[in-house]
């Protein structure tokens, strides 16, 4: 059997130990780690754009269903007309018809028959319409074209009132709103006589 006295000495020691322990672990504990979030800069919103409106156009001569109207997609070709009327008959003259040209709204698309060349030559397939001359145009006509709403119309006959007509897209470059790609869009549609 221990003596008091052991107990206390071995009590104490463990006490000792447990401090010295707890002293140990105080002093190797490492330094905190500060963590900075640096959140990305803020980007640029691009400004929304107009969604384009579907195009109307009539068909007629040799197609599956000739003298309808059809409801195209902005930016459909004649292509995409013929498809729409049925397809060509086996009496179209493909020669006559630029499956490639753009639509715009109201366009009327002949295909000729190989049987009546001559009658049909008068309603060749316009290559997306009657051009839009922006030198004398209406309002009205410029905001037919792709991309010229009324404020852009309303420019584009500010400027050439205001500074000078227009001699080419260059120009027409000049007129706050119109840019690359809408002169891209435009070449094929306008002209400057």
């Known amino acids: 059997m221990s003596s008091p006295r052991t107990t206390v000495i071995a009590f104490l020691a463990l006490a000792i130990l447990i401090a010295a322990g707890l002293a140990l672990l105080l002093l190797s ?3 905190p780690i500060h963590i900075t979030i640096i959140p990305p800069q803020p980007t640029a919103t691009p400004a929304p754009t107009a969604t384009p409106l579907p195009i109307l156009v009539y068909v007629t001569g040799e197609v599956s269903l000739p003298g309808t109207q059809h409801l195209l997609p902005h930016g459909s070709r ?11 008959t086996d009496l179209a003259n493909k020669t006559l018809v630029n499956l490639a040209g753009n639509l715009r709204d109201g366009d009327h698309i002949h295909v000729p028959s190989i049987e ?5 030559a008068a309603l060749p397939t316009p290559a997306g319409g009657a051009l839009v001359r922006v030198n ?7 905001e037919t074209l792709p991309g010229i709403g009324p404020a852009t119309a309303q420019r584009i006959i500010a400027y050439r009132e205001q500074v000078s007509q227009f001699d080419g897209l260059a120009d ?3 007129v706050p709103g119109i840019g690359p790609a809408t002169l891209e869009r435009l070449k094929d549609l306008i002209a400057f006589d």
Do not use: H, I, N
């Open 29 to 31: 504990r490492p330094e």
């Open 78 to 88: 004649v292509a995409d007309a013929l498809a729409a009327a049925g397809g060509l």
């Open 116 to 120: 009546k060349e001559s009658l049909d």
């Open 136 to 142: 004398s145009a209406s309002q009205e006509m410029l």
């Open 172 to 174: 027409l470059d000049e």
